[in-house]
């Protein structure tokens, strides 16, 4: 019933593009083949692909992509304490193998199964797929498995199926229904509300123009300034630039529906830029970078134009990537995320589950003050103090 191919070359894409992906983009055959084509997974980057596919009457009904890991780079729900742990118990924790969008940081289903399936059914190919990510995590030797990013109802059905639970959390940006930018800022006490006009003008001034450029429209040389944004921003930053040179020219071509760019413009000529990518349910901001500083312009073009734009196309969800409680001043919320996470090694798995838990009560209370600290007026009508 599960078959499984190294390569998208045995993956039919119109099918696997037919399963039922949710809000995200980022296990559509489009952007996986750009990944593939830029050698961002497979060969030497230590995500070794396996694509697990459920038939039925020849008919694809469920997907699973797995990666075979030699690292934990690339997602966003470390385990580097796990692996050092392992380490010192002399344990081998690599290779593993992990369920999830390479360099993603993005909730979506993981089990991708084809719409309309009866319960039954559905539960079904969801027991096979999972049964088969353990299969082929037997056969490659992998010390755990690890489901990143799931959704909820994903979690509860692999913690039935043993896995361990864990929650940790972003700041995604939720639609209330807002007319305009106006009507979000609104909503904010006064002094949230002053501060993000002053940001807003202060990096308005300072350029000339910000457009969105849709897949189909990007040129060359825009997508050679995304590109060079990137590659600048990970090495003034120290980080590890996953994704290959060719990947933002590739997935402009592979997924021209989702792909967004915000361009800016100043002295004539682009200094920065922003990778989108936009769906009918959500928003998804994901890489950023300039060739001058212009202050404030990060916020500007990572937050609050992807504010306006998910205002403008009334998409409910806007995310903007890991990480940054600065964005919680900015209108973005507290969201959990969730994975699942089975180990080998008994006493391993069992003091990794004592560490889930604890940290799961540690997200509570640091949720709960964070709410004291949130931008929004409260039910009373609170705004602060002062006025516009």
């Known amino acids: 019933m599960v078959r499984a191919a190294g390569k998208l070359a045995g993956v039919d894409q119109a099918a696997w593009d037919a399963l039922d992906h949710g809000p995200s983009p980022f296990l559509k055959f489009g952007f996986l083949r750009a990944l593939e084509d830029s050698q961002s997974i497979g060969g030497r980057s230590g995500w070794t692909p396996v694509f697990l596919m459920a038939d039925v009457g020849g008919k694809l009904v469920g997907g699973v992509p797995a990666f075979v890991k030699s690292h934990s780079y690339g997602e966003y729900i470390f385990d580097w304490g796990w692996a050092s742990a392992a380490q010192r118990a002399g344990l081998a924790y690599y290779p593993k193998l992990v369920i999830a969008a390479p360099a993603t940081p993005a909730t979506g289903h993981r089990m991708l199964l084809a719409p309309g399936l009866s319960a039954t059914d559905g539960a079904a190919v969801r027991a096979a ?167 404030l312009l990060h916020f500007e073009t990572a937050y609050y134009a992807g504010i306006d734009r998910a205002i403008a196309k009334r998409l409910p969800l806007f995310e903007a990537g890991a990480q940054g409680e600065h964005k919680l001043l900015r209108g973005f919320e507290p969201s959990p995320t969730y994975s699942a996470h089975w180990i080998r090694h008994p006493g391993l798995a069992d003091a990794i589950a004592e560490h889930c838990a604890r940290e799961a009560e540690g997200i509570r209370l640091e949720l709960a003050e964070m709410a004291k600290f949130g931008p929004y007026r409260d039910a009373s009508g609170d705004d602060d103090s002062g006025s516009d």
């Open 129 to 295: 797929l999972v049964g088969a990510v353990r299969a082929v995590a037997d056969e490659t030797g992998c010390s755990s498995i690890h489901w990143l990013f799931c959704s909820e109802a994903e979690q509860a059905v692999l913690a039935g199926a043993g896995y361990i639970a864990r929650t940790t959390f972003q700041f995604h940006w939720k639609n209330r229904g807002y007319g305009t930018f106006d009507d979000f800022l609104g909503e904010l006490k006064s002094r949230k509300r002053k501060q993000l006009r002053k940001e807003r003008a202060k990096a308005r001034g300072a350029i000339e123009s910000l457009q969105w450029l849709e897949g189909a429209a990007l040129t060359t040389a825009a997508l050679d300034d995304l590109d060079r944004f990137y590659r600048t921003t990970t090495d003034n930053h120290g980080g590890r630039d996953y994704l290959r040179p060719g990947f933002f020219h590739r997935v402009a071509e592979t997924l021209p529906e989702a792909t967004r760019m915000v361009s800016v413009e100043a002295g004539g000529r682009r200094i920065a830029g922003a990778l989108f990518f936009e769906t009918a349910s959500g928003l998804y901001g994901r890489y950023w970078g300039a060739d001058a500083h212009v202050d």
